[in-house]
């Protein structure tokens, strides 16, 4: 069974400071790995994806996320935060089935940050 | 990127009536499509799974004849949410993906409020 789990519910920055979200996963095969973010009172907007290319993601906006098999890890950071990126953040870990893929969530992370 | 629309974007009923929701893929065939349900400060919940002309899949604990759900065409899918209750006052918000796709897109969420 696949699972997601997010470690801090909250994290505050301050601008212009390193951002790093936590994601571990559990999966009982090589897994699809997702970031996604959602503003208040929008819908989810995807960041970045791995799907067993490289380890290393580039996504939008400056973020990137670091798949490690070793530490069952899909951690997101950002080298500098701006206010805008103030939202809340969720990684889900997909299963393949017969003909789509199911997500599984993780309790997501609201970001907050400071100027 | 792939867009998916929700309308209503809002939506406020009397307790016992029905309530329906559009979720459509705007520039792709979706040939799956998903209704999560997030509850205040909470991850989003799958609620169900439809592929374009078959009945759709209820996760656990979800009742099928509360929550109905039609994929009629590859580029719609609705929500009917019958008889609703204070309850299931909620944010739903719908995804869908393309044929073997591995990325959900998703849509920017339904308020339901019943009061």
């Known amino acids: 069974a696949q699972s997601v789990t997010q470690l801090d519910s909250h994290v505050s920055v301050s601008e212009g400071t390193p951002v790093l979200l936590r994601c571990n996963y559990s999966?009982?095969?090589?897994?699809?790995l997702f970031w996604y973010v959602q503003h208040p009172n929008k819908g989810l907007q995807l960041l970045l994806k791995?799907?067993?290319?490289?380890?290393l993601v580039k996504g939008i906006n400056g973020f990137e996320a670091e798949f490690k098999k070793s530490e069952t890890s899909f951690h997101l950071t950002k080298p500098s935060a701006h206010m805008s990126d103030a939202a809340e953040y969720f990684c889900?870990?997909?299963?393949?089935?017969?003909?789509?893929?199911?997500?599984?969530f993780g309790s997501g992370t609201k970001l907050n940050v400071k100027p | 990127g792939a867009v998916v629309s929700q309308h209503p974007s809002r939506v406020i009923c009397k307790s016992g009536t029905s309530v329906k929701i559009e979720c459509r893929s705007l520039?792709?065939?979706?040939?799956?499509m998903f209704w999560y349900r997030q509850f205040p400060k909470q991850s989003l919940m799958l609620m169900a799974t439809?592929?374009?002309?078959?009945?759709?899949?209820?996760e656990q604990g979800v009742e099928k004849d509360k929550f109905l759900i039609n994929h009629a065409s590859l580029t719609l899918s609705t929500l009917t949410v019958t008889s609703a209750h204070p309850e299931d006052s909620s944010f739903y918000i719908c995804?869908?993906?393309?044929?073997?796709?591995?990325?959900?897109?998703f849509g920017p969420g339904t308020r339901l409020l019943v009061l």
């Open positions: 995804s869908a993906t393309s044929l073997a796709g591995e990325t959900q897109y």
């Open positions: 999966s009982s095969y090589s897994p699809s």
């Open positions: 791995y799907t067993s290319a490289a380890t």
């Open positions: 889900v870990v997909s299963e393949a089935l017969y003909n789509f893929n199911k997500f599984y």
């Open positions: 520039d792709f065939q979706a040939t799956t």
């Open positions: 439809s592929n374009e002309g078959s009945k759709a899949t209820y």
